[in-house]
């Protein structure tokens, strides 16, 4: 069965500090995709990435980056430099190649960045 | 811009009523969207797959009698909360793929209806 889940209930640090979000994730699939979405406080999701599962490649996007390791079976995302409007609850996602639209989310990170 | 239009955003009404949600594709044609629905401080959970022309699909667990989906064009879905109670209040979300970027491109997700009975 898949499953995402994501340790971290909530996380808070002091502007400028780094700070990692992690995620794992079980799939019985050898093809599938993760996500990670951001959600402020105003409730929309917005999309931060796409990775497939043959893609191990990490990934920066400014202060953005994304650590994907399939032995571990993890997918955790970094901030670097945080800031005030970095604080969301970030929600990790798995689909799998039958239904890649079909989305299953972790439970979410709540980030709160003190100034 | 957004390309994914939810209407309401925010629903209060009492004990009893139907309550029905909107989801737009915009610029697209979405011949598949899908309905989430979120308990505060909690996740996303797929309630439905809304297929155009046809039958949803419903996650186990979900009542189809309770939220009744219909997928009428491909630019619209709507979910109906059927005479509904306090224990469904919720966020409800929709999301839709634009077909036309191909496989790699994600969901886009709508903004949201908080939907709230008294």
């Known amino acids: 069965a898949q499953k995402v889940t994501q340790a971290q209930t909530e996380i808070s640090v002091v502007e400028k500090e780094d700070v990692t979000l992690d995620c794992v994730y079980e799939?019985?699939?050898?093809?599938?995709?993760l996500f990670w979405y951001k959600q402020p406080p105003s409730g929309e999701l917005v999309f931060l990435i796409r990775r497939n599962s043959f893609d191990e490649q990490n990934e920066i996007s400014g202060r953005y980056s994304w650590n994907f390791q399939k032995s571990t079976s993890s997918f955790n995302f970094t901030i670097t430099a945080s800031q005030v409007v970095d604080s969301a609850v970030y929600f990790c996602a798995l689909s799998e190649a039958d239904n890649t639209d079909k989305l299953i989310f972790g439970t979410g990170t709540r980030l709160q960045v003190f100034p | 811009g957004a390309v994914v239009s939810q209407h309401p955003s925010r629903v209060i009404c009492k004990s009893g009523t139907s309550v029905k949600i909107e989801c737009r594709s915009l610029?697209?044609?979405?011949?598949?969207m899908f309905w989430y629905r979120q308990f505060p401080k909690q996740s996303l959970m797929l309630m439905a797959t809304s297929n155009e022309g046809s039958k949803a699909t419903y996650e186990q667990g979900v009542e189809k009698d309770k939220f009744l989906i219909n997928h009428a064009s491909l630019t619209l879905s709507t979910l109906t909360v059927t005479s509904a109670h306090p224990e469904d209040s919720s966020f409800y979300i929709c999301?839709?793929?634009?077909?036309?970027?191909?496989?790699?491109?994600?969901?886009?997700f709508g903004d949201g209806t908080r939907l709230s009975i008294l």
């Open positions: 999301s839709a793929r634009d077909p036309r970027r191909g496989e790699n491109q994600p969901q886009h």
């Open positions: 610029d697209f044609q979405a011949t598949t």
């Open positions: 799939t019985r699939d050898t093809t599938y995709y």
